[in-house]
């Protein structure tokens, strides 16, 4: 069973950085497409960033240019760098796993078989 483990939520002003990780259990990270996710209260969980297993990198228009999505293989941890900070980004933050044919950009939930428990992020003054 593939654990994932998110942490680095928490308060910050607008404008300012946050970074992200996600730690999964066994080889998960170098067999996987790796996904974030974010929900906001009241709204649909939805793509943020995502990383193919060939190193291939996507993002949703929202966040393009500010956040940054990687991956330590022999650390088994996905991160999300997230510089320039809005209100908006404001949300619970998932990470998300999938070994099927995981050279492929997914940006559907539906497309992820493994997920974490979330951490909270605030962007606020």
């Known amino acids: 069973q593939v654990q994932l483990v998110e942490s680095g939520g928490g308060l910050v002003q607008p404008g300012g950085s946050l970074r992200l990780s996600c730690a999964a259990s066994g080889r998960t990270v170098s067999r996987s497409a790796m996904g974030w996710f974010r929900q906001a209260p009241g709204k649909e969980r939805e793509f943020v960033a995502g990383?193919?297993?060939?190193?291939?990198?996507y993002y949703t228009d929202s966040v393009q240019g500010r956040f940054t999505i990687s991956r330590d293989n022999a650390k088994n941890t996905v991160y999300l760098q997230m510089n320039s900070l809005k209100p908006e980004d404001t949300a619970v933050y998932y990470c998300?796993?999938?070994?099927?044919?995981?050279?492929?950009?997914?940006?559907?939930?539906?497309?992820?078989?493994?997920w974490g428990q979330g951490t909270q992020v605030t962007v606020s003054s």
């Open positions: 990383v193919t297993y060939f190193l291939t990198t």
């Open positions: 998300a796993a999938t070994q099927s044919a995981p050279w492929d950009a997914r940006v559907r939930a539906i497309d992820y078989d493994y």
